[in-house]
């Protein structure tokens, strides 16, 4: 059990220092003026976009990983230039592969995820052209695998997890393309972690989107 929740506080750790180490900075620099370009002065942005990720919806290896497309939306409140905090919301939909089995359980039954994740995000790189970070997001994911299942078949009884509410998090990095001061094209790539059946799913993701601009930060 230790060594499954152990990259869950490895997770939680770098985040906790990426934040602590931003507020850090901002206070060092305070005192000093600095002139951001206007595409880094706002105080909200919002962003919508694609969303794809690689799951394996079972702790078996009869059950092979699949891929999932979706969206995925966020709204970013930044209190620096440098670092804001971000809360977002994700869904994600594909079939399963399910072996022949006695329980009428189709080869492909429809699944789908929804994730509801809040954290820091810092922009350490910040261009005229183009803008570059990381975030570290924890929240809660909502999987639900038997949408395509007969009445009284449970998941599990193919291998399958079970409907459930559990831990859910994505720490990653992000790239915008800005096309004026106020819009971009973002670029998000995510490790997303996952605790259905008290195991832990390494998910991998990837967004693209159209990120809005727009407030401003007074200083």
């Known amino acids: 059990m230790t060594l499954r929740i152990r990259p869950i506080y490895a997770f939680l750790t770098l985040t906790a220092f990426f934040f602590i180490s931003a507020v850090l900075h901002a ?11 206007p595409e880094y002065n706002n105080r909200w942005d919002i962003f919508g976009g694609a969303q794809y990720s690689h799951f394996n919806p079972s702790p078996g290896r009869n059950i092979a990983a699949n891929n999932l497309l979706g969206w995925n939306g966020t709204l ?10 971000e809360m977002g919301t994700r869904g994600l939909y594909g079939d399963m592969s ?37 975030h570290g997001l924890v929240g809660a994911a909502y ?7 007969p ?8 291998g399958i997890y079970n409907n459930k509410l559990a831990f859910g998090a994505a720490v990653g990095a992000w790239g915008d393309y800005n096309l004026t ?4 094209v973002r670029v998000i790539a995510d490790y997303m972690p996952t605790r259905y059946g008290y195991t832990q799913q390494n998910e991998f993701a990837g967004s693209v989107g159209i ?7 007074r200083k």
Request: net charge positive; no cysteine; proline share 10%.
């Open 98 to 134: 399910v072996p022949a089995n006695p329980y009428n359980v189709p080869a492909s039954p429809r699944m789908s995820e929804n994730l509801f994740l809040f954290g820091p995000t810092f922009r350490f790189i910040r261009r005229d052209n183009y803008a570059a970070g990381l």
């Open 151 to 158: 009445q009284g078949v449970q998941p599990n009884t193919v």
């Open 76 to 85: 970013t409140a930044y209190l620096r230039p440098l670092w804001g905090i």
């Open 211 to 217: 990120v809005y601009k727009f407030g401003a930060i």
């Open 181 to 184: 001061t106020k819009l971009a």
């Open 27 to 37: 206070q060092v620099t305070a005192t000093a003026p600095v002139t951001e370009a």
């Open 143 to 149: 999987g639900s695998f038997d949408k395509d299942f």
